[in-house]
């Protein structure tokens, strides 16, 4: 099995900035990619961010900008730098972890993101 633990969730002023860590741990054998996703009140889960093993980025045209996704991969950590947060990213956000294989996706419990006006 594979632990995702997410951390850096919480309450912050429109404009502000908050970081997001998970950490991945457990029979990992060859992770291809991590990344993030978000469900905000009343909608779907959706893409925000992802990040590959040799360090390529994709993120979501609303974020784009704003959000920095990086990764250690001695630590098997991915990490979610967001800037200039608006009302619009309040949202629980869920880590993914991609191993190789079929591959198999492994997901975080998700973190509360939560911006006031």
């Known amino acids: 099995q594979v632990q995702l633990v997410e951390s850096g969730g919480g309450l912050v002023q429109s404009g502000g900035s908050l970081r997001l860590s998970c950490a991945a741990s457990g029979s990992i054998f060859s992770i291809s990619a991590m990344g993030w996703y978000r469900q905000a009140p009343g909608k779907q889960r959706e893409f925000v961010a992802t990040i590959t093993d040799v360090g390529s980025t994709n993120y979501a045209d609303s974020v784009k900008g704003r959000f920095t996704i990086s990764r250690d991969n001695a630590k098997n950590t991915v990490y979610l730098q967001m800037n200039n947060l608006k009302p619009d990213d309040i949202a629980v956000y869920f880590c993914?972890?991609?191993?190789?294989?079929?591959?198999?996706?492994?997901w975080g419990q998700g973190t509360q993101v939560t911006v006031s006006s």
């Open positions: 993914k972890c991609s191993v190789r294989g079929p591959p198999w996706n492994y």
